[in-house]
């Protein structure tokens, strides 16, 4: 197996609130193949999205970052990077709210061809039209107008694509999406779910998609990992961790979510008691307080991931879900 | 993926979003009929050798103190020079002085507080508690101990406004910068890898500048009254260049006989000051449209 595109090993992000210091994200380890898709699930605040900032070093100033990131877009060189070397540099990201991630100020043709710009010593003019073609490759219709229009002239459909394009504009081999469909509508949602995976085919590009909707990531990725409290508690394939998970939190979850043949006369069973402050994170499994098959070594118990036939659990008692509870 | 029905919805919607627009981007009159005073301010000023009738600096003291007549519009000064000549000229030297005034300290302070807001740390320190330093003193008393230690003269006051002036620019755009800083494009320009100069440059500058804009006319105002001022109390731009605030001052002694040697003068200024801040309040009403 050829090195991994991306490895991140034993990340922490530390926080300063305050007078305190905060772990949000305590040693995290995963990593993706060239052109693989992993989608990173879990509730607000668990730490999703302050991980793939800190693969970009786009935390919030005062934050320190602990782990090493290797990143190898070219086979056979492995090389640890700091955040800055990978910027627009084989990694670009998109985000979640298209209205704001894209500058009022600046026609989005400029806006894509501002990166394609910065890659290559292109001319103006080359640049322009590559931003074309990039905007025309995200399914923008009639792409030279748009690319004269300012962003709020855009619907929130097509400035999720101005932003993929702009994200593409610096040719990555890895696109970090965080939470790219949440603010559109569900039939919009579902077109740029296709271009992603499209993308992801044509060009061979991995993606990271981070998403608090499982059908999402159903979707689009071959790999998910579940994150908790800061850490991973469940990686595998997507169908492995769908329809055996591992981990009672997985499993929790998945019940929570709503399915056709749900009996809409039944609520949705939920997870009782709420995700621990990053104040104050429980000594051993962190789930534990909230997991209704807690023993009592689970609150001694080491993180660590457990991982058999490439699916990795973090919980010490996996087989209490042998027992149909779904 | 059907494109034809994110088209179709498309062009419909932008439509009335577009007439819409342009509604919300018109600006109000009072801009323009701002503009229109300010426009009449500058022809005056580049064409003040062509509708001034006399040598601004010519003397006929047996004509001193004559009242206006149709040789003399508005009467001669105290020396016998023509005063309606001496406004026209004056307006060469207030308007440049005036503008660069503010235009200087607007330069300066916006580059300082640009760097101070979007590096922090240090730079932020250093700049910041400079901006504190020049604060603490009472303007005025500060740009006239300035131009009492730089010598009088065009350059010693557009560099004493400068010094005093740059600190409100410099707070004005640190906080825009401070609250830019963190939105999700500027953080999607970084993610991109553009080099800290086009970011501020490009995604930062452009969005945080407004604030600044619509103080700026103000400020004209401001530095136009200051010169007017500093000329009053003789510490403005030197005899006998032709200036408003000297002729205000120069006309004191004769305000009874000749009320019109310092009114005229000051209605001037009064006008200048009326069509900028017309400019400055309107676009301050349609940027918070």
Same mark, same amino acid.
């Given at each position: 197996?050829? @090195?991994?595109?991306?490895?991140?090993? /034993?990340?922490?992000?530390?926080?300063?609130?305050?007078?305190?210091?905060?772990?949000?994200? /305590?040693?995290?380890?995963?990593?993706?193949?060239?052109?693989?898709?992993?989608?990173?699930?879990?509730?607000?605040?668990?730490?999703?999205?302050?991980?793939?900032?800190?693969?970009?070093?786009?935390?919030?100033?005062?934050?320190?970052? /602990?782990?090493?990131?290797?990143?190898?877009?070219?086979?056979?060189?492995?090389?640890?990077?700091?955040?800055?070397?990978?910027?627009? =540099?084989?990694?670009?990201?998109?985000?979640?709210?298209?209205?704001?991630?894209? =500058?009022?100020?600046?026609?989005?043709?400029?806006?894509?061809?501002?990166?394609?710009?910065?890659?290559? @010593?292109?001319?103006?003019?080359?640049?322009?039209?590559?931003?074309?073609?990039?905007?025309?490759?995200?399914?923008?219709?009639?792409?030279?107008?748009?690319?004269?229009?300012?962003?709020?002239?855009?619907?929130?459909?097509?400035?999720?694509?101005?932003?993929?394009?702009?994200?593409?504009?610096?040719?990555?081999?890895?696109?970090?999406?965080?939470?790219?469909?949440?603010?559109? $509508?569900?039939?919009?949602?579902?077109?740029?779910?296709?271009?992603?995976?499209?993308?992801?085919?044509?060009?061979?590009? @991995?993606?990271?998609?981070?998403?608090? $909707?499982?059908?999402?990531?159903?979707?689009?990725? $071959?790999?998910?990992?579940?994150?908790?409290?800061?850490?991973?508690?469940?990686?595998?394939?997507?169908? /492995?961790?769908?329809?055996? !998970?591992?981990?009672?939190?997985?499993?929790?979850?998945?019940?929570?979510?709503?399915?056709?043949?749900?009996?809409?006369?039944?609520?949705?069973?939920?997870?009782?008691?709420? !995700?621990?402050?990053?104040?104050?994170?429980?000594?051993?499994?962190?789930?534990?307080?909230?997991?209704?098959?807690?023993? $009592?070594?689970?609150?001694?118990?080491?993180?660590?991931?457990?991982?058999?036939?490439?699916?990795?659990?973090?919980?010490?008692?996996?087989?209490?879900?042998?027992?149909?509870?779904? | 993926?059907?494109?034809?029905?994110?088209?179709?919805?498309?062009?419909?919607?932008?439509?009335?979003?577009?007439?819409?627009?342009?509604?919300?981007?018109?600006?109000?009159?009072?801009?323009?009929?701002?503009?229109?005073?300010?426009?009449?301010?500058?022809?005056?000023?580049?064409?003040?050798?062509?509708?001034?009738?006399?040598?601004? *600096?010519?003397?006929?003291?047996?004509?001193?103190?004559?009242?206006?007549?149709?040789?003399?519009?508005?009467?001669?000064?105290?020396?016998?020079?023509?005063?309606?000549?001496?406004?026209?000229?004056?307006?060469?030297?207030? *308007?440049?002085?005036?503008? *660069?005034?503010?235009?200087?300290?607007?330069?300066?302070?916006?580059?300082?507080?640009?760097?101070?807001?979007?590096?922090?740390?240090?730079?932020?320190?250093?700049?910041?508690?400079?901006?504190?330093?020049?604060?603490?003193?009472?303007?005025?008393?500060?740009?006239?101990?300035?131009?009492?230690?730089?010598?009088?003269?065009?350059?010693?006051?557009?560099?004493?406004?400068?010094?005093?002036?740059?600190?409100?620019?410099?707070?004005?755009?640190? #906080?825009?910068?401070?609250?830019?800083?963190?939105?999700?494009?500027?953080?999607?320009?970084?993610?991109?890898?553009?080099?800290?100069?086009?970011?501020?440059?490009?995604?930062?500058?452009?969005?945080?500048?407004?604030?600044?804009?619509?103080?700026?006319?103000?400020?004209?105002?401001?530095?136009?009254?200051?010169?007017?001022?500093?000329?009053?109390? #003789?510490?403005?731009?030197?005899?006998?260049?032709?200036?408003?605030?000297?002729?205000?001052?120069?006309?004191?002694?004769?305000?009874?006989?000749?009320?019109?040697?310092?009114?005229?003068?000051?209605?001037?200024?009064?006008?200048?000051?009326?069509?900028?801040?017309?400019?400055?309040?309107?676009?301050?009403?349609?940027?918070?449209?």
């Amino acid at each position: 197996m050829s @090195a991994p595109l991306l490895e991140v090993s /034993d990340l922490k992000v530390h926080l300063t609130i305050g007078e305190r210091q905060v772990t949000p994200v /305590d040693g995290l380890t995963l990593s993706i193949e060239k052109g693989g898709a992993l989608g990173i699930v879990g509730e607000s605040g668990s730490g999703k999205s302050l991980t793939l900032r800190a693969i970009l070093g786009l935390l919030p100033p005062g934050s320190v970052v /602990d782990g090493t990131i290797t990143f190898s877009p070219q086979p056979g060189t492995t090389n640890e990077v700091s955040a800055d070397q990978v910027r627009g =540099n084989g990694v670009a990201m998109i985000f979640q709210e298209p209205m704001t991630a894209l =500058n009022p100020t600046m026609r989005v043709g400029d806006l894509v061809a501002e990166g394609a710009r910065n890659h290559g @010593a292109l001319d103006r003019k080359a640049c322009r039209a590559r931003a074309i073609d990039l905007l025309r490759s995200v399914g923008i219709p009639s792409p030279h107008e748009r690319s004269r229009m300012w962003p709020h002239e855009l619907s929130g459909g097509l400035r999720q694509r101005v932003m993929i394009a702009a994200a593409l504009s610096t040719s990555p081999a890895l696109l970090l999406c965080d939470e790219p469909t949440t603010a559109l $509508d569900v039939t919009v949602q579902d077109q740029i779910l296709g271009l992603l995976a499209q993308l992801r085919a044509d060009l061979g590009m @991995a993606l990271i998609l981070v998403t608090h $909707d499982l059908a999402v990531v159903a979707e689009v990725c $071959d790999r998910i990992a579940v994150m908790y409290a800061g850490r991973i508690v469940e990686i595998g394939t997507t169908e /492995d961790v769908l329809t055996s !998970p591992q981990h009672p939190y997985t499993a929790a979850l998945l019940a929570s979510a709503p399915t056709f043949n749900s009996d809409v006369a039944q609520p949705l069973e939920g997870i009782g008691g709420h !995700p621990p402050d990053p104040r104050a994170f429980p000594p051993g499994c962190r789930f534990a307080p909230r997991c209704r098959f807690a023993q $009592d070594d689970c609150r001694t118990a080491v993180h660590e991931l457990i991982t058999v036939e490439g699916h990795g659990t973090a919980c010490i008692h996996p087989e209490v879900l042998k027992v149909p509870v779904l | 993926m059907s494109l034809a029905d994110d088209l179709t919805t498309q062009s419909g919607e932008s439509s009335t979003e577009h007439t819409f627009a342009t509604e919300r981007t018109r600006l109000p009159k009072r801009v323009w009929v701002g503009v229109a005073i300010v426009g009449v301010y500058v022809l005056v000023a580049v064409f003040a050798p062509v509708l001034a009738p006399y040598d601004p *600096l010519a003397q006929h003291l047996l004509d001193a103190l004559a009242n206006p007549s149709s040789a003399h519009w508005l009467g001669t000064d105290e020396l016998g020079r023509d005063v309606f000549s001496r406004l026209i000229f004056a307006f060469r030297v207030d *308007l440049p002085v005036g503008v *660069l005034g503010a235009v200087l300290p607007a330069i300066v302070g916006t580059a300082l507080g640009a760097i101070a807001g979007y590096f922090g740390g240090w730079a932020d320190a250093l700049v910041m508690r400079t901006a504190d330093v020049f604060q603490a003193f009472p303007t005025y008393i500060l740009i006239i101990a300035l131009v009492f230690a730089l010598g009088q003269g065009v350059v010693s006051i557009l560099v004493a406004f400068t010094l005093v002036a740059w600190v409100a620019y410099a707070r004005l755009i640190r #906080g825009e910068i401070l609250r830019i800083r963190g939105l999700d494009y500027v953080q999607a320009a970084r993610a991109a890898g553009l080099p800290s100069r086009r970011i501020l440059g490009l995604h930062v500058l452009p969005n945080g500048i407004g604030q600044t804009l619509v103080y700026l006319p103000s400020d004209i105002v401001l530095a136009t009254l200051g010169l007017a001022a500093l000329s009053f109390l #003789g510490l403005g731009i030197p005899l006998p260049t032709p200036e408003w605030g000297a002729m205000i001052a120069a006309g004191q002694p004769f305000i009874r006989d000749q009320w019109w040697l310092s009114t005229v003068p000051g209605l001037v200024v009064v006008g200048f000051g009326l069509g900028l801040s017309l400019i400055g309040e309107g676009v301050e009403e349609w940027t918070q449209r």
